[in-house]
């Protein structure tokens, strides 16, 4: 049984299609990169995953049953935008979380802040965009979900950060979960995804292993990914 499964599902606004007929599963244990340029319509589909926008068509499937409740309280989701009151403090916003999810880890979460060089005393006003976007990872992360959803986790940081972003998402989510990763900065992210999902103009157009996808195209995800789109563009 897929841990998510996405069957024909179709989105528009103002009679413009967002997402046409997507057939999508997701696995136990996988790291899955959610691949596009901007306006593919990435961070649609991981609306209607978390049950924030309303499907026309076809149905998202998690654990075998419809999203709804019972399945946010499964999926640990970071936005592409921060939402946290910039009025809290670090310390705050974890209390917040506690209260909130039954399966978040403030232990898990306090070591995360150490390691990231975060003071849980600072005011998240104070703090700059890579910051902010420091603490929503480790908020998400420090829950013990069964699927982790993150859009966009590496667009505030420096590239120094990175690789200690990756390392943190690598070694926090709990063994049998899977993680969504939807991002642009694909050369960053490649090395920790098991599987990779290409989605264009509101289609699949490539889904597999991303080792099985490199092999067979002899080049990076990232060099498959900028002949499938950009080389079609200079041409």
């Known amino acids: 049984m897929a841990l998510l499964e996405c069957k024909h599902l179709c989105k528009s606004f103002d009679h413009k299609v967002v997402l ?24 649609t589909l991981i609306k209607l995953i978390n049950d924030l926008l309303t499907i026309d068509s076809g149905k998202i ?44 880890d403030t232990e898990r979460a306090r ?43 590496l667009g505030g940081v420096d590239p120094a950060t990175r690789d200690h972003i990756l390392d943190t998402i690598i070694s926090n989510f709990k063994e049998g979960s899977s993680v969504i990763i939807s991002t642009h900065l694909i050369s960053d992210v490649e090395r920790i995804l098991d599987d990779v999902v290409f989605i264009d103009k509101g289609k ?17 995800i990232n060099d498959i990914f900028r002949s499938m789109f950009y080389a ?3 041409n």
Do not use: C, W
């Open 61 to 104: 499937l998690f654990k075998n049953k419809p999203i709804g409740v019972q399945s946010k309280a499964h999926i640990s989701y970071l936005p592409e935008r921060t939402y946290l009151d910039k009025s809290m403090t670090i310390q705050q916003a974890l209390l917040m979380f506690s209260e909130f999810y039954q399966d978040f």
């Open 204 to 220: 699949i157009v490539l889904t597999g292993s991303a080792d099985k996808l490199r092999a067979k195209h002899k080049s990076s």
């Open 111 to 153: 070591n995360l802040i150490n390691d990231l060089d975060l003071d849980e005393s600072m005011k998240i006003s104070k703090m700059s965009k890579g910051m902010q976007e420091k603490l929503q990872l480790i908020l998400v992360m420090s829950r013990d979900a069964d699927l982790y959803i993150l859009d966009e986790p």
């Open 232 to 234: 079609k563009k200079a």
């Open 20 to 43: 046409d007929d997507i057939n999508l599963k997701i696995e136990k244990g996988k790291i899955i990169g959610l691949l596009g340029k901007n306006g593919a319509g990435k961070s």
